[in-house]
């Protein structure tokens, strides 16, 4: 999902719900996974705010070729972000996916083999950030040996700028 179109002239606004998705296996060149949200990479710059609500809920990403959900360059004006129950399992599972975010080599390998990736890059600078929730979700690697590095890797290459994210887990009992 890519909405930048949506921000070249005011007023643009997305409203998207998904419940009950089921990624099995995707993100076949090894470059991607289940669900990605992003802005498009420098030049771009969003000019206008984007209303409305992404909402993924009762997600389930089994074995994606990377990371299974990313949110990339994801500025103050996009609109507002938030997963419900989503469950990674096995981000890059056949270990040999690649990604680049913009980062150094070891940080773009943290977030191959994370579960929930959220990235901003140096292009970013100054650009503010959007809320992302992540309620009650969760990654885990069932591989006899297992290779995932986080559950939920945060990165900001962005000088003075940091990714804005919630995490709400469900109350242990």
Known sequence: MAPAGLGAAPGGAISLEIDGLTSENDGGNSTGGGIRLALPGPPFRLTHEIGGEIRVSNALIVDPSSWGVAVSRWVRQAPRAVFQN??????????TGVTDFGWSAAENEMSVNSGFVVSTIAADANAGSQRIEFRECRAEDRRPRPTMGQAFYVHSAAPGARADVVREDSPSR
């Open 86 to 95: 989503v469950v990674v399992y096995n981000p890059n599972a056949e270990g």
